[in-house]
Nanobody, 127 residues
Framework: QVRLVESGVDLVQPGESLRLSCAASGRTLDHYAIAWYRQAPGKEREGVSCSIASDGGTYYSDSVKGRFTISRDNAKNTVYLQMDNLKPEGTAVYFC????????????????????WGQGTQVTVSS
């Protein structure tokens, strides 16, 4: 059993940066794929980024590529999502998700069923 807890600042202005944290407890994340998703009001869940433990590989959606960076701190058992140059369309509830994997890929398709999910944290991008 893995418990994931997201945290971050709620309100930022367009163009600003924000780092979200996903703290894990129950298991170490050494063998887990971790993903970040977001869901805006009235919209489908969108996969943003994922990270593979085995080789450090990362994936990003086209909408955030070049602006968002996923990273891990194994000592803190925490995964981060650094979000730069935020846009108003980035307003959403952001979730982290995890699954055990020994592979070299991770997934950010909207309907991919990760084993564990956090409760989500609200991010509002507005002036």
């Amino acid at each position: 059993q893995v418990r994931l807890v997201e945290s971050g600042v709620d309100l930022v202005q367009p163009g600003e940066s924000l780092r979200l944290s996903c703290a894990a407890s129950g298991r170490t994340l050494d063998h887990y794929a971790i993903a970040w998703y977001r869901q805006a009001p009235g919209k489908e869940r969108e996969g943003v980024s994922c990270s593979i433990a085995s080789d450090g590989g990362t994936y990003y959606s086209d909408s955030v590529k070049g602006r968002f960076t996923i990273s891990r701190d194994n000592a803190k058992n925490t995964v981060y999502l650094q979000m730069d140059n935020l846009k108003p369309e980035g307003t959403a509830v952001y979730f982290c998700a995890a699954e055990i994997t020994t592979g070299f890929v991770c997934f950010i398709s909207p309907d991919y069923d990760y084993s564990w999910w956090g409760q989500g944290t609200q991010v509002t991008v507005s002036s």
